[in-house]
């Protein structure tokens, strides 16, 4: 039997409390800021998955001195700023391997920072995923960047240099697209301003901001004035609500359960999946709120809860995107239809997860229709065993693990190392709630 390979058994109640990893992407954010800053930032419960794992190697590669300490919720990081100018030309290519993140905010920053050249690669699904959306805008400051299909692809080429403002209107509602617009605008003359057709997460922004940037937000603009300096942080990171999701859902369809969830990030422009599940009738708390540099946090309790079926759709998606696998499993359990629409973004993801989740899930007695940008899935599933497949893909193998817990008998669940990707402590908290 393959090592990367687990039997899930079925059963409940879920109980306890549980502090999920740092989030995700103001880990990433916090390398990449702390990096460009006047000074030494200490940056404590950092998620040392693999995607912000690869963003500390590439940022050492060029010349920044990052240290370690402790382990695991304990760990505390020193990341020694070099200032706005302090990058050096890296002497191999910058392997992100599976962070989309990575590469798209790091194109940003070396457009503009960089004194010399690099080049930008990461697995095989990195090399398939769309670039061209960060790349054109960056090409329109005066970036050069080049690469496969012309730049729409990775491996990608930059070499860094004197960038102009812009005012760009993105077509998507897009963190990535925008964050890498504003973080080459640090590096600018003059003012630069990016207008989303709606509100995507705005973490960028508020780190800025803390730090002393020049930035401006006003409704679905935002503007940046190049050449401010950035002060250092002292910066405890909130739980990853994209983590803490996973147990919202499986507290919410496991009779019996009672999940305290401490300290996790409650940034209104990544709270979509607490609007979805409490407009399904989740039984959701927040407790105990407070800011940490910028960033709303609080403690979430949620309890067992009988769920309907919705629609998730529109300018709503942005603020839930990564969530949608596990909210799939919440409304397989709902009673009545729940409608996803505009997720064709999905299509790109670690994998093709509208496939992914019509898929596996279907695998295990979920009645549901794969849509071109979306789904429609029926509750009140009659739940079955079956092999299923993550298809490497974190967010599924999640999703498939505690949707097992519903089936009649053990599931096997194929690729769960997956889950190191954004949680690498998943299996061992499904098994402290159990």
């Not at 393959?2 to 916090?30: I, N, Q, T, Y």
């Not at 401010?228 to 499986?250: H, K």
């Not at 893909?393 to 190191?420: E, G």
Request: overall charge neutral.
């Amino acid at each position: 039997m393959s090592p990367d390979f687990r039997l899930v058994e079925p059963g409940g109640p879920l109980r306890g409390r549980l502090r999920v990893p740092g989030d995700k992407s103001l880990s990433h954010r916090a390398v990449m800021l702390g990096a460009l800053a006047d000074g030494t930032s200490h940056v404590r419960n950092f998620l040392a998955g693999a995607d912000c794992l690869g963003t500390i190697r590439c940022y050492r590669q060029l010349g920044i001195r990052i240290e370690a300490s402790g382990e695991g919720l304990e760990s505390a990081w020193t990341i020694h700023g070099s200032g706005l100018r302090g990058l050096v030309e890296p002497s191999d290519v910058l392997d992100v391997g599976n962070s989309g993140t990575t590469m798209r905010l790091m194109l940003g920053v070396l457009a503009g920072g960089l004194q010399g050249h690099a080049c930008l690669t990461g697995d095989e699904s990195i090399r398939r995923r769309p670039m061209g959306r960060v790349v054109e805008p960056l090409r329109t400051m005066g970036a050069r960047i080049d690469g496969m299909n012309h730049g729409a692809l990775a491996p990608l080429s930059v070499r860094g240099g004197s960038l102009r403002p812009v005012r760009y209107v993105s077509p998507v509602a897009s963190a990535q697209v925008k964050s890498a617009i504003l973080l080459a605008g640090l590096f600018g003359e003059g003012s630069t301003v990016v207008t989303e057709p709606a509100k995507s997460r705005d973490h960028t922004e508020r780190m800025l901001q803390a730090m002393g940037a020049d930035l401006e937000v006003d409704g679905l603009s935002v503007a940046i004035r190049g050449g401010r300096s950035l002060s250092p942080f002292d910066f405890e990171v909130p739980g990853d609500i994209s983590s803490a999701a996973f147990w919202l859902v499986a507290g919410s369809i496991v009779k019996g359960s009672d999940i305290v969830l401490e300290g996790v990030g409650v940034n209104p422009t990544r709270t979509g999946v607490l609007d979805a599940l409490r407009r399904m009738g989740a039984d959701i708390e927040e407790q105990n709120p407070r800011l940490a540099l910028g960033e709303p946090v609080a403690d979430l309790r949620v309890r067992h809860a009988e769920l309907r079926g919705t629609i998730i759709e529109g300018a709503e998606i942005p603020r839930l995107v990564d969530e949608i696998p596990v909210l799939s499993l919440a409304a397989a359990c709902a009673t009545g239809r729940t409608i996803i629409r505009n997720a064709g973004e999905l299509r790109v993801k670690e994998s093709d997860r509208l496939s992914a989740i019509a898929t596996e899930l279907g695998k295990l007695g979920v009645v549901l229709r794969e849509q071109p940008e979306g789904l429609e899935i029926d509750g009140g599933t009659i739940w079955r065993s079956a092999e299923v497949d993550s298809q490497d893909d974190h967010r599924m193998a999640m999703t498939l693990a505690l949707a097992s817990l519903l089936a009649p008998r053990s599931v096997s669940v194929r690729r769960t190392r997956a889950t190191d990707v954004s949680y690498p402590g998943f299996w061992e908290d499904l098994a402290r709630l159990r």
